[in-house]
């Protein structure tokens, strides 16, 4: 891994009410769980293992850089399709958290290929800034699914940007839809000339990503790219561009 690795203080997660101890107990587990019983695969529904050998092979990384429309570039390591699909919507949806593991590969070879571009235009040492993790997300999963992944992938996290306000979930909305649904949406700590590679799990529409990029460059950030654990395959086909 070329990007910077992950500290200690990074692990750190704020401690709070009982919430919290229960967030963090569930999701403890949910790992430990799937360890101890066996589960069928994510991938294509074999047991005993959470992603069998087979599966696994799906998750090499194949990066890919695409633009989006309004020009900002996005480091994928998997196509949105198949078994990462598969894998990513567990990960997010049942909380099947040793999936962040096993997709951790695809985000660092992803975020190799950002960090490496970032510093072939003279921005060395960019912060991993992670798209923020709705409340009602946070509080249904108990995990931050980004954060994870990234923590798997031994990238330093740097969380500047938080929601402003609720916005629906984006999966029900079309593409219109969803860039009115976030728009001015995110807001970001002052970066004061930063430069910042956004990460997310999934990149689709690229609407939030949009907004995360309008809320950093509001905050003085130096926005440089986007790099996500997967990518639609249409826009793979479409839109790919090369570095
Ligand atoms: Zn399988």
């Known amino acids: 891994m070329r990007h910077p690795t992950h500290s ?41 293992a959470t992603l069998c050998a087979t599966c696994r092979l799906e998750l090499q990384p194949l990066v890919r850089l695409r633009a989006l429309d309004a020009g900002l570039r996005v480091w994928s390591g998997l196509p949105f399709s198949g078994v990462p ?21 695809a985000l660092g070879a992803a975020l190799d290929a950002a960090w490496d571009a970032a510093v072939a235009r003279g921005a060395p040492g960019p912060l991993l800034v992670p798209i923020p993790t709705s409340a009602a997300s946070w509080r249904r999963r108990g995990v931050r699914v980004v954060e994870l992944v990234m923590r798997h992938a031994h990238a330093p996290d740097a969380r500047v940007l938080r929601h402003a306000r609720r916005v629906a979930d984006q999966r029900t909305l079309s593409r219109a839809q969803r860039g009115r ?6 807001r970001c700590a002052q970066l004061s000339g930063a430069s910042v590679l956004l990460v997310d799990d999934v990149v689709t529409s690229g609407a939030t990503l949009g907004e ?6 509001a905050a003085g950030g130096r926005v440089l790219g986007a790099v996500t654990v997967a990518s639609t395959p249409l826009d793979f086909d479409r839109s790919q561009v090369h570095a």
Do not use: D, Y
Request: proline residues 9%.
């Open 212 to 217: 995360a990029s309008r809320a950093v460059a």
């Open 85 to 105: 699909a598969r894998a990513i919507r567990a990960l997010k949806s049942e909380v099947r958290t040793p999936l962040a593991r096993a997709l951790a590969p």
């Open 181 to 186: 649904n976030v728009a001015e949406s995110m």
């Open 8 to 48: 200690a203080a990074h692990a750190q997660r704020a401690a709070g009410p009982l919430g919290e101890l229960w967030r963090v107990t569930h999701a403890a587990f949910a790992e430990v769980g799937a360890l101890a019983f066996p589960v069928p695969c994510v991938g294509c529904g074999e047991p005993p």
